[in-house]
């Protein structure tokens, strides 16, 4: 089981922290690299928390999520730090990735957590493999693939899925239905009037969820997960779902207006969730207030943290091509590790 | 095809090149249309397309679904029965969708059916590291459409051969892909302003005439090439050639600099093995070796992806002072 | 409108001629193989008949088709040549590809066959192209693409049908379900009931015909065609059918049971159209004969063209690589043309 | 690792080398196993796996659906999540289908992610022509893999190669491409029996050893070249190279044999522009530029396409007279 399920009040306030910490995590990371602290792109999840955390929360520690260029949400959801996320976000030598990933693809495979990744539709197939590998090896566990609307349009993820299908592999797809691929509309992309129709076609259960509601999704994806631990196959999610902010940062937003985002707003997940739990009793506002506090020192700390920290060695550009090395490059490690040690360049 | 009406220029950026050539070839060719990712409103993720949805409309400046496989092919389809698509793959990393696509039917499909078909496609496509993109997003991947049979490759290093090839390739009936490095959108330079100005593609262009040493530079690297010529000029004569199309190759401008100066630096960002340096050195040593009088350098992205971190990228990508180096170990 | 439409007495004549004229080519290109006298792959449309001539017979003559590795059944339904079709097969130099294609690659662009395609799946795309170029110059023409139930798992498949379906392009994809992909029955590589249950990803109609009926294939493509006609965009048509033969020809068909082969024949598209053109009066059973026969003699021609015909010359392979010649090609054309001219090698 | 147990041998061909290989990788390690297209019962298309499916059955000997960006895609997530998936693509030319897997997940993992996954893939696939199945089933496309960082990519010319690197290549916690000509699958060789015999990626293998010329060869032209070098004995010495590794490829073996002959050859099936050739020989002229007495020659397919027809396909692909030809220019 995961740290947190939604069936306890102590699980359903850690989700809302997680929710809380993601949005904090973004808000930062979005005013970072507007002020050019962050290179390359961001992808933020703001608005989009409950799909990340209501399908974290229905998973056990050990299943696997690979994730989408998107992907801080499902990072923290997943229960990655936020320390070497926004080191990793930094370029710095102990981000996830040493540096060498960057937002769009901070891992962490003995988490779990196999990748945010710059490829649209690239989520599917690793799912599907990770999924290979839990049923040749009769391990107790489940693979999600996040995706978004525009993705459904990219046939390795028809391919990953009916691969999942026919092989009866314990894979979950979990559409993030944000409403745009970039600037261009759902609409625009497709021609259905529910992405989860996508499911008809490999011949495997379809359910559309209300993405704003955490509960919704957390819910759809335990049934999931029941199901593929059953040996019945996967399942195919669509969690309807916004983003508030531009695709990436420095996005114009042309193609809608202001309108529409205050809409969406007020169907806010972390907002509605709170006001659920303090209506249940199972949270006050002023509890509320602490929690938004607290996520918002972690974060802080996670910047100060990352803002220190070393950078890489330029040696280490030449590390990690490989398990063994290769004299192709290794003659460049070596000039480079020379360079330093002479002082020079 | 001749350079005709150059006489005429003005000043602006790589970006403006391609913009300007799209829309004279738009203007020029009812059959002519565009399609790929966020062109039209957004205007292109780099803005290269930028408003000529307006001019145009979204028959001819057409957002695409996010399907690489299923526009290219479908371009495909489409130039072979009477229209005349450009593409754009909003990063050169995306090309492995549309593969199949690219390398059994588009490349392929004049052959197999005995000359029977045309194939009027252009493939707009950008490469290339420094902007912390990171591996997926930097690649520069044009060695291996310069590889495969049956498809045209160019590799604008100017404004000038940005305008050039990009109209060449629209107005060829074959397949042509069009590598524009990212990095080099804002650089300027002088460009012919007359609509039937064309580079012929399979022409590489002495950017800068030498007697020392000659760099035969693409994309980027030929900007900063002539950079260090300059600096060098005095000590070191450096002549520098664009290579602007990688296939067909310009053996014979590069020979012709070779047997000149008898050195030669070959500068371009794909990784080294099995790179473009590889072809265009054994082509100068087919073609001049008894005039070669050191071996011949590369200079390129040494057999890794391009990571994100600015310290670790600017280790791993090519550039002026790597240029400069290599010079100096054959002067 | 084709040659031949199913609404008329001769309409339907004409197509079980081509329908015997298919079965009678493709008979003698499988026995042609066996004795060695065609190289590579030939994969062969016995027993498939009616769905490649329903198809072809529901267009119109400038209508454009993109086929298979299967394809000598659409060659001959959209009236190409068997002549040139079999020189095609035997390398000559005036086959339909000038010897450069052979059976998997069989093309007549102008009469809009935009060839047999041996890369699975790669039809559809095809298609849509086509499509798209008869609606951006607006002409009254459709574009279908034919793909075996094994493409269905293409991703490109997908990405194509659902750029049709987004675009509302005149398209239309029929879905060869003969029960394998090579060696691997369709319930290996999907879990769907029907195939034709693709079409609910992409928003289209998709309906399942009896593939061993000529005319109820027609009837389902001449109401896709008016659909697409109509601007209602891209419709799916399974069309359930079986081959007779083995995958390719040399296939030891390990994989199925002579019996199975049996009780598919007892539906033979040729006998039971046969059967009910003559319970119409609309046929013989000696104009049959004499319509066999002719079909024969037809392709007998063709064999003998075929095996008079001219090789190509070596330097030929140097040709058609690009509209334009460019030098890296050019002086190994030089070369060639210069051995035969001096007659050596 | 070093070629153990070489002593005692069998006689066996490419396929059965092949087949033997991936048998003793299965017996050895569960977390093994093998997918592709009907591979099972069928015993594969160019029938190389054959029966294994009725040794270990079909959780290990996985027919799957026509997907190869699935599959691949697949294998990639299960090779990162502690299986040992061995792929079969039954034609090379098919590899675009499943190029975004390979290029953006397979080969960059490892290194995007800071190390912090293995890869241990391996893709077995067929190549070449000569056996008239045209273009899209008869294309050398190993230029591709070998040129794209984060992926190893090997090429074996004898049966002992062929065992030693497939077994080599599914040992490997790397992604490795074997690609297999499949006109050498009958081609017979001796082969170890020790089933700890592998051969080491990254080792050239001088075939037989000359002194007037180096042919460095690979897949089917290894054993032409052999055939050649016996028939100019006594007359031209001839050494013979298998690559059998392309990346990383083994310059000193290759620098050797240089400095002693003086000369080189370079023969190899993939198109000649931006093929295997030239990087051969560039890195023999970056490292032996003064030993080379002559240019040095290449054979290959003069970037055509493999048309169909037998007199065209005979044209086309390189063979033994091309390399005596290649050897007689420069001796
Ligand atoms: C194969 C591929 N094509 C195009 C892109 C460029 N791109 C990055 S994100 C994006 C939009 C994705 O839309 P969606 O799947 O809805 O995800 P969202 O960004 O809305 O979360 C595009 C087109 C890419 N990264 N990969
Ligand atoms: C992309 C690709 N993968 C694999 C193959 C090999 N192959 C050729 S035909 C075939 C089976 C196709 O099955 P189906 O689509 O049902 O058509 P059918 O042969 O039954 O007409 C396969 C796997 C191929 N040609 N292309
Ligand atoms: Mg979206
Ligand atoms: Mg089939």
């Keep these: ?345 | 095809m001749a350079q005709a009406g150059i006489e005429q220029t003005e000043t602006m950026t790589v970006r403006e090149a391609i913009r300007q050539a799209l829309r004279e070839e738009l203007d020029r060719d009812d059959d002519v249309y565009m399609m790929g990712e966020d062109i039209g409103d957004m205007g292109g993720v780099l803005a290269v397309t930028g408003d000529l949805i307006d001019e145009f409309g979204e028959e001819r400046v057409r957002d695409t679904p996010i399907s690489e496989a299923g526009f290219v092919g479908a371009a495909t389809g489409a130039a072979a029965t009477g229209t005349r698509p450009v593409v754009e793959i909003m990063f050169s990393d995306f090309m492995g969708v549309s593969m199949e696509q690219t390398m059994n039917q588009m490349a392929k499909m004049r052959y197999m059916f005995g000359g029977k078909t045309e194939m009027p496609v252009t493939i707009r496509t950008t490469e290339g590291g420094g902007m912390g993109a990171a591996s997926q997003h930097s690649g520069t991947v044009h060695a291996w459409i310069a590889h495969f049979p049956g498809l045209k490759a160019v590799s604008p290093g100017t404004a000038e051969s940005a305008k050039g090839l990009t109209k060449a390739a629209i107005r060829s009936d074959d397949p042509v892909f069009v590598f524009e490095n990212k990095m080099i959108y804002e650089r300027q330079g002088e460009v012919p302003t007359d609509p039937e100005f064309t580079v012929p593609i399979g022409e590489a262009a002495v950017e800068r005439e030498g007697s020392d040493v000659t760099v035969l530079a693409t994309q980027r690297l030929v900007g900063d090439s002539l950079d260090v010529a300059e600096d060098l000029a005095g000590g070191t004569s450096v002549e520098v050639i664009d290579a602007r199309s990688l296939y067909p190759l310009d053996t014979d401008t590069i020979v012709e600099s070779v047997e000149k100066t008898g050195r030669l630096v070959v500068a371009d960002e794909s990784p080294l093995s099995y790179g473009i340096h590889a072809e265009v050195a054994t082509r100068a040593m087919e073609n001049a070796f008894f005039s070669l009088d050191a071996p011949i350098q590369r200079v390129g992205t040494p057999d890794t992806h391009i990571p994100f971190s600015p310290t670790l990228e600017d280790e791993v990508l090519p550039d002026g002072d790597d240029v400069r180096e290599a010079i100096g170990r054959i002067t």
Tied chains: 1, 3.
Excluded at chain 1, 294 to 306: D, F, K, P, R
């Design chain 1, 1 to 345: 089981m995961s740290d947190y399920t939604l069936d306890s009040a102590e699980g359903r306030v850690e989700a809302l922290r997680r929710m809380l910490t993601i949005r904090s995590f973004d808000e930062t990371a979005g005013e970072r690299f507007a002020d050019g602290e962050i290179p390359g792109f961001v992808h933020l999840y703001v608005g989009e928390e409950a799909v990340g955390v209501g399908t974290c929360a229905a998973l056990n520690d050990d299943d696997y999520i690979a994730s989408t260029h998107r992907g801080h949400g499902h990072c923290i959801a997943k229960g990655l730090n936020p320390k070497y996320m926004m080191a990793e976000l930094y370029g710095k030598a102990d981000g996830y990735c040493n540096g060498k990933g960057g937002s769009m693809h901070i891992a962490d495979v003995d988490a779990g957590m196999l990748g945010a990744n710059g490829i649209v539709g690239a989520g599917p197939p690793m799912a599907t493999g990770a999924a290979l590998s839990i049923d040749y090896q009769g391990r107790d566990q489940v693979a999600v693939g996040f995706l978004g609307d525009g993705a459904v349009a990219q046939g390795q993820v028809h391919e990953a899925v009916n691969l999942a299908s026919t092989w009866n592999l314990p894979a979950i797809f979990v559409i993030e239905n944000n409403r745009y691929g970039e600037g261009t509309p759902v609409e625009q992309q497709h021609n259905v009037d529910n992405l989860s129709d996508t499911a008809a076609a490999h011949g495997i259960p379809g359910v559309t969820v209300d993405g704003m509601d955490v509960t919704a999704v957390a819910e759809a994806v335990e049934e999931a997960r029941k199901r593929a631990r059953a040996g019945d196959g996967p399942t195919m999610i669509e969690a309807e779902t916004y983003r508030y902010r531009g695709h990436y940062e420095g996005d114009e937003q042309v193609y809608r207006d202001e309108d529409e985002v205050e809409r969406w707003r007020e169907q806010d997940p972390i907002a509605s969730f709170k006001e659920r739990l303090i209506d249940r009793g199972e949270l006050t506002e002023a509890v509320f207030e602490e929690m938004q506090a607290e996520a918002q020192a972690t974060i802080e700390n996670a910047l100060a943290y990352a803002k220190e920290a070393d950078d890489p060695h330029p040696s280490e550009a030449y590390e990690d091509m490989f398990g063994d090395s290769v004299p192709e490059i290794e003659r460049f490690a070596q000039q480079a590790t020379a360079r330093t040690d002479g002082g020079d360049h």
